[in-house]
């Protein structure tokens, strides 16, 4: 198994729901251990940065409105495949297609908001953890 960290993003609308204890606590029955996190609020240039290769998607303006209009909850989770793991955890991208019991189906409200952000390839972890947070903000665990 391969130790893994991914970044995990809580979304505005999971905030307004009390949703973040619940997220937390699925994360760490499932063994993906927070070893960061911290609660922002986005502006809209560090939003569009972060979700720059959905620029020219037809969603992408209203994306960042949503990102922006609330606190969203910044966590890195450390654990075998967490990558993957988190993903499956997470749920499709449209609620309407998760699985039972996956965040995006127990949470989310709509397809944009959809309770949670995963990483989606070790690559894609790499450099949205390091867009958030540095090294010495990261405690990892054994
Ligand atoms: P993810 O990796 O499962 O988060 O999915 P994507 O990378 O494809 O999309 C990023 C985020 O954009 C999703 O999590 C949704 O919040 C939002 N999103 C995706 N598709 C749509 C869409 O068709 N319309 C809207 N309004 N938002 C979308």
């Known amino acids: 198994?391969?130790?893994?960290?991914?970044?995990?993003?809580?979304?505005?609308?999971?905030?307004?729901?009390?949703?973040?204890?619940?997220?937390?606590?699925?994360?760490?029955?499932?063994?993906?251990?927070?070893?960061?996190?911290?609660?922002?609020?986005?502006?809209?240039?560090?939003a569009?940065?972060?979700?720059?290769?959905?620029?020219?998607?037809?969603?992408?303006?209203?994306?960042?409105?949503?990102?922006?209009?609330?606190?969203?909850?910044?966590?890195?989770?450390?654990?075998?495949?967490?990558v993957s793991k988190n993903r499956k955890i997470m749920g499709a991208t449209n609620p309407a297609d998760a699985e039972p019991n996956t965040l995006r189906k127990l949470y989310a409200r709509s397809l944009e908001a959809n309770a949670v952000h995963g990483s989606d390839s070790l690559p894609s972890a790499e450099r949205e953890i390091s867009y958030f947070f540095t090294d010495d903000e990261i405690f990892p665990r054994s």
């Open 1 to 46: 198994m391969n130790k893994e960290k991914t970044l995990c993003i809580i979304k505005p609308n999971a905030i307004n729901d009390n949703n973040i204890g619940n997220i937390v606590a699925r994360y760490e029955k499932e063994n993906l251990k927070v070893v960061a996190m911290k609660m922002v609020k986005l502006t809209k240039e560090r």
């Open 48 to 82: 569009e940065g972060f979700y720059i290769e959905h620029k020219e998607r037809p969603f992408f303006g209203s994306l960042v409105n949503f990102m922006t209009s609330g606190s969203v909850v910044l966590i890195v989770l450390e654990g075998d495949e967490a």
